[in-house]
Structures are given as structure tokens and as C-alpha cells.
């Protein structure tokens, strides 16, 4: 497996502008998650599914924001309008839950940077 | 907060020396998971220990976790001018989160490793 897939690897735009990020997962992982890199911050994440169904939305920053898992092997992340303070690297993850184990070990992808100017 | 806090934030020490990072955290968890991120990467999963362990090792890693005191560390040891990297913590909750899977990951710790 090529493991989790992320793109574009860096993507600069404008102040206002629409950005969609793209993520493909493992085959067969069952959870998806999107996280936001920051010196500022740290990592925090924005938003999960799992099985295609977003759980918990609650990092998400605000409207601009939105994330989409139409199916298994695909999820975007979009800001519109996008800001200065978005300025960050997205990740995407996934892992394999199942059997009540709760250990959900994550791969994530390479991670995609943004600058908004 | 449930996320874990890393300590310390930087380390700097020469090829071979040993290399130790703590982690402390808030709430009860089901498992704790070290990452480690190489400049400009994704996270890679390093090793796991549930709630119920206190020792485990993995080639070079040994990880303790005491839940009394809410605390982990990770040893590295002999360590290699390959292992300079950020180190993370990231705890998964003992509550309805275990069920969720949700992971918190704290700030991470910077490690140089000086040849």
C-alpha cells in the first residue's frame, strides 16, 4: 500500500481564495481524521470520521471550514474564503478500528502546506 | 484538556548517549502512543502502551507509563544522529473518547541527536 495520500504537498493562494485539500486513505482503514500543524498550536485536529460518517467536528475552526468523505478511498478539506491565519500543514490520517480495543493507531499522510498570503 | 504535555520541549545530546522524554496528561486514558515526526514529514507511529502496562519495549524504545501519576516516558537509547526528530505523545481517552478514538497529541519534544 502507498499508504495515506495527501494533495497537493504545498499549495500558496490569496487572502479570499478557495482551497480544497485532498486525502486518500489506506485501503480498508475504517477511520479518517483531518489535523492542523502550527508552532503556534501544536497539532490539533479538525474533524474524523469513521466509516464515512463525520463523529466529531468540534475542532474545526469555524464555517470556512468543511470536510467531506463522500466514500472510502476519498476525503477533502475546504476552506472558503480562505485567511492569513490558516496558513498551517493539514494533515490527513487514518487507522483501522474494530473489536473494541480502542488502540487505533494512526498512519498519516505527508501532510499538505498552505500559505495564505 | 486531555492533551498530553511533552518535557522536556527540546533535548540536545551526542550519538550514543541516551535520550529520555516525558509526557504527562490529564484525564484517564485506554492507551498512550509515542509519534515521532522527521522535519517536513507526516507522524509515524512509534510504539503503544495500554493502560494496563507499565513497561514496553521496542528495539531501541523503552516506554514506561504510570497512571498514578497520570505520566509516561520514552528511552531512547545509544541513540543515533537518525533519531533527531519531534517526538509526540498522543493519549486516547478512557471514557466515551476510547469508544470515539479520538487521539490527543501534545506539543511534542524537539530531539538533536549530534553526531
Known amino acids: 500500500d502507498a499508504g495515506v495520500i495527501q494533495s497537493p504537498r504545498h499549495e500558496v493562494t490569496e487572502m479570499g481564495q478557495e482551497v480544497t485539500l485532498r486525502c486518500k486513505p489506506i485501503?480498508?482503514?475504517?477511520?479518517l481524521f483531518w489535523y492542523r500543524q502550527t508552532m503556534m498550536r501544536g497539532l490539533e485536529l479538525l474533524i474524523y470520521?469513521?466509516?464515512?460518517?463525520?463523529?466529531?467536528d468540534s475542532g474545526m475552526p469555524e464555517d470556512r471550514f468543511s470536510a467531506k468523505m463522500p466514500n472510502a478511498s476519498f476525503s477533502t478539506l475546504k476552506i472558503q474564503p480562505s485567511e492569513p491565519r490558516d496558513s498551517a500543514v493539514y494533515f490527513c490520517?487514518?487507522?483501522?478500528?474494530?473489536?473494541?480495543?480502542?488502540?487505533?493507531?494512526?498512519?498519516f499522510g505527508a501532510g499538505s502546506r498552505l500559505t495564505v498570503l | 484538556s486531555q492533551q498530553g504535555e511533552e518535557d522536556p520541549q527540546a533535548l540536545s545530546i551526542q550519538e550514543g548517549e541516551n535520550a529520555t522524554m516525558n509526557c504527562s496528561y490529564k484525564t484517564s486514558i485506554n492507551n498512550l502512543q509515542w509519534y515521532r515526526q522527521n522535519s517536513g514529514r507526516g507522524l509515524v507511529h512509534l510504539i503503544l502502551?495500554?493502560?494496563?502496562?507499565r513497561e514496553k519495549h521496542s528495539g531501541r524504545l523503552r516506554v514506561t507509563l504510570d497512571t498514578s501519576k497520570k505520566s509516561s516516558s520514552l528511552l531512547i537509547t545509544a541513540s543515533r544522529a537518525a533519531d533527531t526528530a519531534s517526538y509526540f505523545c498522543?493519549?486516547?481517552?478512557?471514557?466515551?473518547?476510547?469508544?470515539?478514538?479520538?487521539?490527543?497529541f501534545g506539543r511534542g519534544t524537539q530531539l538533536t541527536v549530534w553526531p
Open positions: 498522543a493519549t486516547v481517552a478512557a471514557d466515551r473518547g476510547s469508544t470515539l478514538g479520538r487521539l490527543y
Open positions: 490520517a487514518s487507522s483501522l478500528r474494530g473489536g473494541g480495543t480502542g488502540a487505533n493507531v494512526l498512519t
Open positions: 470520521f469513521n466509516n464515512n460518517v463525520p463523529i466529531d
Open positions: 502502551i495500554r493502560s494496563n502496562e
Open positions: 485501503s480498508g482503514h475504517n477511520s
